[in-house]
Nanobody, 124 residues
Framework: QVQLVESGGGLVQAGGSLSLSCVAPGRTLSVYAMGWFRQAPGKEREFVAAVTWSAGFTHYADSVTGRFTISRHTAKNTVYLQMNSLKPEDTAVYYC?????????????????WGQGTQVTVSS
């Protein structure tokens, strides 16, 4: 079972920035897309952003458009999420995911591999 590993979470004040990264250590994945999801306490896991691996097309949730940027480094099997202008409502556990086959990228249940998650806390 491939395990993705996230890093870069932490505590930041509102208006600040954080950068997350995700890698599949020791493995070369055959992926169609990689994405970021988040889950706040008492809420369902929600889509944040995704990038298609070959073409680099990006997709964002409306709530983060203009503030977050997803990118990937294909040779390093790594995906990044740059988060700027953070708000308290961005507080959540952020999960990285990889999808092997072509298709939509906004639904969590289409992803094959997941990380354990990294906590992002934004204080007001």
């Amino acid at each position: 079972q491939v395990q993705l590993v996230e890093s870069g979470g932490g505590l930041v004040q509102a208006g600040g920035s954080l950068s997350l990264s995700c890698v599949a250590p020791g493995r070369t994945l055959s992926v169609y897309a990689m994405g970021w999801f988040r889950q706040a306490p008492g809420k369902e896991r929600e889509f944040v952003a995704a990038v298609t691996w070959s073409a680099g097309f990006t997709h964002y949730a409306d709530s983060v458009t203009g503030r977050f940027t997803i990118s990937r480094h294909t040779a390093k099997n790594t995906v990044y999420l740059q988060m700027n202008s953070l708000k308290p409502e961005d507080t959540a556990v952020y999960y990285c995911a990889a999808r092997s086959t072509p298709g939509g990228v906004r639904l969590a249940n289409v992803y094959n591999y997941w990380g354990q998650g990294t906590q992002v806390t934004v204080s007001s």
